[in-house]
């Protein structure tokens, strides 16, 4: 299931930064120590009464150097209008309206795309008649809020949850493998799909499935059922922003929820980029199965080292993903494409795998008598049983004399025991540690 997408827009210095912030920043708490993983910032999944939904911080995106503003506030209006269920305009109640704010309506009005107007820089009561003459822009739902001081944004997310559409994802079968293609643009997702969809064994079914944002792709390989997800969104071409890397985040966010399995695509003849950890960070936080794809790898000029070197360059740049497998392909020569998907039901097998309590317990007390944990402030943490509660991701529960003193490095120690002892390649696990009453 996907998220409902909220985007920010507006034109510069009327606040979006402040907003986005004050409505992300109560929501981010990174509690795990998980190294190599980098935030994006210019999107939060936020909570609000119940709802959860992802805030894009358009003026986040960079659009290059040489566009006028107003150029580049358009691009982002394009953006919002298109990726996001709910936009908030954001206009700045000090100044009231000006020009480009008319502008700004007019792209959206056209748009149908429901519309919250927020007025902001009402720091105080006496200044929210400020808001009416933004009636004039034409939007029903014009609401007054202070970023700053935070006033009025409880009113504000009232009315953007109330715009979000039902859920109208396409349900499929437990059975089918939800696979989707991330990456940087350029990668070669949309090659890599067109080779894999037109492998032999490949019988793609006649009927699309088609959800509010995205046409998936339903197809058979040996018997087993797959999904591409989201395969008209790899291969719609010409938007303005489909270069733009840090859209690639926004567009990645939706296919990741909706998949059981990740290839993260990598360009094998430009190497890993800093947005290639982004958008694998996600996969993992996100709890999906993963499999690294290097592409282009007939582009690459190599020797008999050159493979194993940038395997290894995987491992460095993505130690939080140790667990995905790489494949080296060409979507160009069909080089190792059909390894691909044998590979991605291996992984989807994984993910879903279920190991009886009573094995697992053998490993975890196995694993404490060969490696016992360490004390803290003379107290020593101990595992006193184990129980798996989930698939995909297979998710542990330990149940621990105290939680507080359990060490990160010792919990990585025993994931890597449970990792030694069951195949569980190409699935993050999570561990939850609960005190023993
Ligand atoms: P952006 O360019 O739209 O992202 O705008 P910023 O978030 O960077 O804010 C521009 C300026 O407006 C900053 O100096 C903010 O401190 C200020 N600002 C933002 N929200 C408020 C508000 O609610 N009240 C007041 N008085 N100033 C605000
Ligand atoms: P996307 O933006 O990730 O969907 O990437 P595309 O599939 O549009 O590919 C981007 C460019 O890389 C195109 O010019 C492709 O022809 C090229 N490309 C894709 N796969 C390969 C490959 O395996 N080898 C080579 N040499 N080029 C490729």
Redesign the pocket.
Known sequence: MSLPVVAIV???????????NRLAGERIAIVEDKPGITRDRIYSSCEWNGRQFHLI?T?GVEFGEKNEIIEHIRKQAELAIDEADVILF?TDG?QGVTPTDEEIAHWLYRSNKPVILMV????DVKHIENAYEFYQLGFEQVIP?????GTGTGDMLDAVVSLFPEQTDVQYDEDTIRVSLIGRPNVGKSSLVNAILGEERVIVSPTAGTTRDAVDTPFQYDGQSFVLIDTAGIRKRGKVYESVEKYSVIRALRAIERSDVCLIVIDGERGIAEQDKRIAGYAHEAGRAAVFIVNKWDAVEKNEKTMDQFRQKIRDSFQFMHYAPILFVSAKTGKRIQRILPKVEEVAEQHAMRVPTSVLNQVIQDAMVTTPPPSEKGRRFRVQYITQVAVKPPTMVLFVNDPDIAHFSYLRYLENQLRQAFPFHGTPLKIKLRKKV
Do not use: A, E, L, Y
């Open positions: 507006g034109r510069p210095n009327v606040g979006k930064s402040t907003i986005f911080d003026g954001v000090r902001n820089k009402i720091d809020v202070s970023s700053i001081h």
